[in-house]
Nanobody, 118 residues
Framework: VQLQASGGGLVQGGGSLRLSCVVF????????VNWYRQAPGKQRESVATITSSGLTNYADFVKGRFTISRDNAKNTGYLQMNSLKPEDTALYYC?????????????WGQGTLVTVSS
């Protein structure tokens, strides 16, 4: 299983970016897609999740600004980020978890850098 994240970049505060995560090697329609982020000097934190059935969940600090979605035909998950703030600056990672027997395995994309200027 491989995940390939893209879409990061430099944007001014108040701007928007859309991140993409293409997943290879598993049946995409059956997996959840998660987005995490890690700012310099901080721990990685969960940003948003979309289940295989399309249910979504967001961290409080992005509610109302970010939207997670998926396109099963393209094996791709998205994170639309609006009203970006300098504190959103971080490496953003996509993730999925697969169950093998009784163990969950984590798979990560390579990270895409989002930099928001003030």
């Amino acid at each position: 299983v491989q995940l390939q994240a893209s879409g990061g970049g430099l944007v001014q505060g108040g701007g928007s970016l859309r991140l993409s995560c293409v997943v290879f090697g598993t049946r995409f329609s059956r997996i959840a897609v998660n987005w995490y982020r890690q700012a310099p000097g901080k721990q990685r934190e969960s940003v948003a999740t979309i289940t295989s059935s399309g249910l979504t969940n967001y961290a409080d600090f992005v509610k109302g600004r970010f939207t997670i979605s998926r396109d099963n035909a393209k094996n791709t998950g998205y994170l639309q980020m609006n009203s970006l703030k300098p504190e959103d600056t971080a490496l953003y990672y996509c993730n999925t978890k697969l169950l093998y027997g009784s163990n969950w395995n984590n798979y990560w994309g390579q990270g895409t850098l989002v930099t928001v200027s003030s």
